[in-house]
């Protein structure tokens, strides 16, 4: 099994910063990933970040290019969300995730291990 811990939501106004955390720990996979999600009330989860461990590569949704940025420890166990230049429709509970494979990162059925969330919440 894998344990997904999420830390560092909290309440920002627009136009400001947050950086999120996201811990792993557990069983180890040859090939893998880690991604940010994100669903405000009555919405789809939506794709937000990830990396991907296996060939480095970094992928970012369309409403966050430019503004959030992810990054990862050398152990590839935790990784980071900057987010910069917040907005209100940024608010949403954001889910880390960990993949086992290396497809179709950008959809939440790519992840097998998910954390219980972090609220974000950008006041205007």
């Known amino acids: 099994q894998v344990q997904v811990v999420e830390s560092g939501g909290g309440l920002v106004q627009a136009g400001g910063s947050l950086r999120l955390s996201c811990a792993a720990s557990g069983r180890t996979f040859s090939s893998y990933a880690m991604g940010w999600f994100r669903q405000a009330p009555g919405k789809e989860r939506e794709f937000v970040a990830v990396?991907?461990?296996?060939?480095?590569?970094?992928y970012y949704g369309d409403s966050v290019k430019g503004r959030f940025t992810i990054s990862g420890d050398n152990a590839k166990t935790t990784v980071y969300l900057q987010m910069n230049s917040l907005k209100p429709e940024d608010t949403a509970v954001y889910y880390c995730?960990?993949?086992?494979?290396?497809?179709?990162?950008?959809?939440?059925?790519?992840?097998?291990?998910w954390g219980q969330g972090t609220q974000v919440t950008v006041s205007s």
């Open positions: 995730a960990v993949a086992r494979g290396d497809y179709g990162l950008k959809d939440k059925r790519a992840y097998d291990y």
């Open positions: 990396i991907n461990w296996s060939y480095g590569n970094i």
